[in-house]
Structures are given as C-alpha cells and as structure tokens.
C-alpha cells in the first residue's frame, strides 16, 4: 500500500497547520497517512526525532512518500543519511526546509540554543542524494523565518524541483494555511492516487 509520512514542525503536532486536511486527503486517494507525534516538540532535538522516524518507518521502499515542515525537513534529510543506500523512497517533498535561519526566528532567547545543533550539526548530502528519488521543495517568499536563498541551495544540493510561492508565510496556521492544494498535487503527480486517478492528465509542475 501506498504511504505519506507527514514530519511535523517545531511546535507542532499531527493536528497542526493543514495536517489534518492533508491526511484526510490521502486517504480519501486509497493510502494510507501517518503522522508521529514528535517527542517534545517545543525542544526538538536531532537524536529523539530520528530515532522517532525510524521507528516509525524501519524500511523504506518505494511506495513510501515523505513530507517534512521546518525542522521535520532537517529530520526527514538526518533519517534519510541513515537508510541503507539499497532502500528506496518514493518521493521526498520539503516544505519550509532550512539550513540557515533568519534572526527573527528567535522569539524566546533559548530558541537560539535549541536550533544550535540542527544548525551547526553537518549533513551528508551525498548519503541522501544515494537514494534516487524524487525530490520538491516548497517554499514562500515571505517566509518570516527561511532565507529564499535557500531555494537555490537545496537545488544544487538535490537537484529539487523548487515550487516558490507567495503570501505563505512559514505555511502555518498563523498564515491562514488550513489547506495544501499544491503540496498534494506534487504527490499526485508522484502517484500516490490510485491508478485510475493517475490516468487522468495533470497540470505539470516546472522546474522554478
């Protein structure tokens, strides 16, 4: 059976943001959608996280499809360094992901501290790029927290499709953002409808 795994974001939970309208969705499609609750989420820390995604998803394969938001991107790209370079996923969409983060991101003084080490920790780039898949990263011109360089980072660095958009903010809920039309038709795309669905012409997605 066809798998969404849905990342959630720093101070998130599986009831988050458009979370909710995006497994109905995929399940609405014949697949099934799991979203983990992330171990303490206002203080998320690298080895809890991945060690969750693992658990959560021991093997991969290609009928797995992978969502991060923020920081459940750095853990889905962390996870992804620790797969078995045989292991294939279906696809990988990356929405808000980081490496840098802008100094408007820390509202509380030890936010700082806690983004310290998803920052600063190195990530094997060629350990994720091993795994042939398909890759989209979404961002928002907007975004309050994600420099828009970015974009072009993660493309260099997974040949990612790039879907910049406009007045999304960080694609949360304090951004109106209750729905993801467009992330779901990325998966589409990918096939995650059943097949009499996917015979239907979609509108293509470039290269941005």
Known sequence: MTKVVLVHR???SPESDWYPWLKSEIEKRGAKMIIPQMPNPDYPQIEPWVSTLQKTIPHLDEHTYLVGHSIGCQTILRYL??????????GVVLVAPWTKLKPESYEKPEEKAIAKPWLETPIDWKKIFCHDHNTTCIFSEDDPYVYIEEAE???NKLNADIILEKDMGHFTIYDQMTTFPQLLHVLDRWGVTPYEERKRPKESISKG
């Open 10 to 12: 720093w101070g998130g």
């Open 81 to 90: 360094e620790r797969v078995h370079e045989t292991e294939e996923v279906g």
């Open 153 to 155: 980072f993660f493309r």
